[in-house]
């Protein structure tokens, strides 16, 4: 048998679009062509996802730029100034000649003079704080509120004792900060020590009794307050005055008047009853017997008895 020919031509390359594929052709001896099919390019797909990523990374740069310009606001005035006092003092900063503080640009020559001033600040602001919640000042407070208080009370007293009712003072227990035992203490307090002890006066007590609403106990729990307070500030009472000195003389000669004043009041039905509490003559250390003596030095200062009720009951009383 004999053996048949066949001839082999060489692979063609045909110049083809990056879309086509690339087939290498064999010729046989019966003129037929044989193909054989090649890998398929990938440049089309990988120039699709390059350009899809491309896109995808634009529209993400426009979302972001569209948010950035949402939100974005305006500063404040006074946030604008503060951004600007801090570009002019750094631009300020750096135009200063001389040695600088470490890796920064703040020199030394502004240094020292700033944490001067800083420190003397920080010194005083310390001694501020301490002045207003020191105890002298913490008592100037409360002074200046005691008076403004009783100088409250007496103008309401000036316009008539019907003014002087609850409501008016739950409205100056609102505005001072007091109780309504507060008020009654210090009001009565600051009328034994700087009023006389007049008919007007025992009136306008009896009627600011009546308006602050407190019961017998409380009243009576006020007036041993008073007397335990004149006792710690002046002493006890002491009935035999001989050997003082003038000055010693006289501080004896108020606590007796003082205690008087009190006792007289404790005396009054109008004012107080007698609640076994009250313990005002066991606080001055006093005896029945000169108790007695001291409230009757105190009525005739008082005033008569029976024009007192008239002005505590009022004229319709009779």
Request: with cysteine; charged share 30%; net charge neutral.
């Amino acid at each position: 048998m004999a053996a048949s020919a066949c001839t082999v031509h060489s692979f063609s390359h045909p110049h083809v679009a990056s879309t086509s594929q690339c087939i290498p052709t064999l010729s046989t001896p019966n003129n037929k062509t044989l193909s054989f099919p090649r890998y398929r390019s990938n440049t089309v797909a990988v120039t699709v996802r390059l350009s899809t990523r491309a896109a995808k990374s634009d529209s993400s740069d426009k979302r972001k730029e569209v948010l950035e310009e949402e939100e974005e606001e305006e500063l404040p005035w006074i946030q604008e100034k503060a951004l600007d006092l801090v570009e002019f003092t750094g631009s300020v900063t750096q135009a200063i000649p001389g040695p600088r503080i470490g890796s920064t640009s703040f020199p030394w020559i502004l240094a020292v003079p700033l944490t001067y001033f800083g420190i003397t600040f920080v010194i005083a602001f310390v001694k501020t704080v301490r002045k207003f919640n020191s105890p002298r000042e913490k008592r100037k407070k409360l002074v200046n509120k005691n008076a403004e208080l009783c100088k409250s009370i007496d103008e309401l007293f000036e316009k008539g004792k019907d003014y002087v009712e609850p409501s008016t003072l739950k409205g100056l227990a609102q505005k001072t900060g007091f109780d309504m035992e507060e008020i009654f203490r210090k009001y009565i307090r600051y009328s034994l020590n700087e009023k006389p002890f007049s008919p007007d006066l025992i009136a306008y007590l009896i009627q600011l009794r009546k308006a602050s609403m407190l019961t017998d106990t409380e009243v009576a729990g006020i007036l041993n307050e008073i007397s335990r307070r004149i006792v710690q500030d002046k002493g006890p009472v002491v009935m035999d005055i001989s050997g003082y000195s003038e000055k010693g003389l006289k501080r004896k000669l108020a606590v007796q008047t003082l205690f008087g004043k009190i006792y007289y009041l404790s005396e009054l039905p109008e004012f107080c009853s007698r609640d076994s509490s009250l313990t005002v003559k066991e606080i001055f250390g006093v005896a029945d017997e000169d108790a007695e003596k001291l409230r009757l030095h105190t009525i005739p200062e008082a005033g008569n008895m029976d024009s007192l009720e008239r002005m505590v009951n009022g004229p319709d009383s009779e």
